[in-house]
């Protein structure tokens, strides 16, 4: 919803384009923390009622960030926000326990074609919002759909029988959030302390030690936030590697796209795109999520989940790869942005369904937690990474970013699309059963 208005948030606030990322990074940092919680709060307590609590916490965010006075007060607010994040992994958890198995994959597409083309949409919406209205509108409009949500979603979705008991991790939650802020501070403030200076050395190493810590205390963890377990199960652990890669590919394509649009012509590449321009310049990959999530879950369910994983990802290498060698040209914009609509469309529905494939129903929130987990990561690092090298490399002393910043960024999106399509061919299928007895819950 906020792509369009990133340039927006930069002039208002005057800060730079790494700091302003936050707007978008920062969700992603809460919703990696607050998705594995949310999730294991749903395995025990009930999905339905968890997935309530998340869209709460996203109408608050939303409320308050139309309220905020500079962008510190705008990130806290988007990172209350973030905790909605969670609205994913139990959506498709609730798909998993209610449907029957020859209808979840499409069901599973479905979802993701939905939530694709909604956020999709939103994109266009919010540069028309920001063009005649003003950024604030974005999170007041943004609001009533998710009050809406809240009360379709007591009113018909109905409370998952499936119970596992579990408790919650809040060692690892800290030392999570620990090891990705110190991560996107580094990225962050790299090009104004210098990418050897001992601050940012420092972070760098804070970061690694809380990552590495934070393995430690899952490991050992009775009731982890991120069941590291799972990975030595090799269809899971290869399907999250995927994701995380993708997630970095995915990412940094998308932060790209709006300012490579709107930045003038006269500096040699752009459009000088206005918000709305800048959202009809991703319409084409709301469009094609549309038809390619379910038309995933439809090959999935004949032919195995990881072949449209494998080609989804293929799809998003091909888009951005042409972003990244032919970009002079409107049409040039909208074939890429299509490319990429249908390979995230058919990728994040196959993503759901290997998981869905391979686990346990009483370990589903888990299980999709830690997928969105390790997507958002790849997802906050592909973010930084884009916006440190748009304020890296810059056009003479201003701080306009030169063409060489995006095309470096879009070609290092399409080797990591590549590479999670290699990954995706090699994923077997071999569910994972660890004897774990779900238990019924009592209906309401």
Same mark, same amino acid.
């Given at each position: ?92 958890? +609730? +798909? ?143 399907? *999250? ?116 494939? *391979? ?11 830690? *997928? ?50 290699? +990954? ?21």
């Amino acid at each position: 919803m906020v792509f369009p208005a990133l340039g927006t948030f930069k002039e208002e606030f005057g800060t730079s384009t790494a700091w302003t990322t936050w707007v978008l990074t920062g969700f992603l940092v809460s919703a990696a923390v607050a998705t594995p919680l949310l999730g294991r709060l749903g395995d025990q307590f009930g999905k339905e009622r968890l997935l309530l609590v998340s869209l709460g916490l996203f109408l608050a965010g939303c409320i308050g960030a139309a309220l905020a006075w500079d962008i510190w007060s705008l990130i806290a607010f988007r990172v209350l926000s973030g905790a909605g994040g969670a609205l994913f992994p139990l959506s498709f958890a +609730i +798909i998993r326990d209610e449907f029957p198995p020859e209808k979840m994959k499409v069901g599973i597409g479905l979802l993701s074609a939905v939530f694709g083309v909604g956020g999709g949409f939103g994109i266009v919406l919010s540069g028309v919002i920001v063009d005649h209205l003003s950024w604030r509108w974005l999170f007041i409009l943004g609001s009533i759909p998710v009050a809406a949500s809240i009360a379709l979603v007591h009113r018909y979705v109905p409370e998952s029988p499936v119970r596992s008991p579990s408790r919650i991790d809040v060692p690892g939650a800290l030392l999570l959030s620990g090891a990705l802020v110190a991560l996107m501070v580094a990225l962050t403030e790299g090009e104004d302390w210098g990418w050897t200076s001992p601050m940012l050395l420092g972070l760098v190493f804070a970061s690694a030690a809380c990552f590495l810590l934070w393995g430690f205390v899952e490991a050992r963890s009775s009731s982890p936030m991120v069941d590291l377990r799972m990975l030595a199960h090799r269809p899971v652990l290869l399907t *999250n590697i995927a994701t995380m890669i993708s997630g970095f590919a995915l990412f940094s394509c998308f932060v790209l796209v709006p300012a490579f649009v709107e930045t003038e012509s006269g500096h040699g590449y752009g459009f000088g795109a206005t918000a709305t321009e800048a959202g009809l310049f991703l319409l084409p990959s709301s469009v094609a999520m549309l038809f390619a999530g379910p038309l995933a879950g439809t090959i999935g369910r004949r032919v195995g989940s990881k072949w449209p994983l494998a080609g989804g990802m293929l799809v998003v290498s091909l888009g951005a790869l042409l972003f990244a060698v032919a970009h002079d040209e409107h049409w040039h914009v909208y074939v890429a942005s299509a490319l990429l609509g249908i390979g995230v469309g058919a990728a994040f529905a196959a993503m759901a369904a290997l998981i869905a494939e *391979n686990v346990d129903a009483a370990e589903m929130g888990v299980a999709s937690g830690m *997928n969105t987990v390790v997507r958002v990561v790849g997802s906050v690092i592909g973010g930084q990474v884009g916006a440190a090298l748009l304020t890296a490399k810059t056009i003479g002393s201003s701080s306009i970013p030169a063409e060489s910043a995006f095309t470096t960024t879009f070609a290092l999106s399409a080797v990591a699309a590549l590479v999670a399509a290699g +990954i995706a061919v090699s994923i077997g299928a071999r569910p994972l059963r660890r004897g774990l007895e779900p238990v019924e819950a009592h209906s309401r």
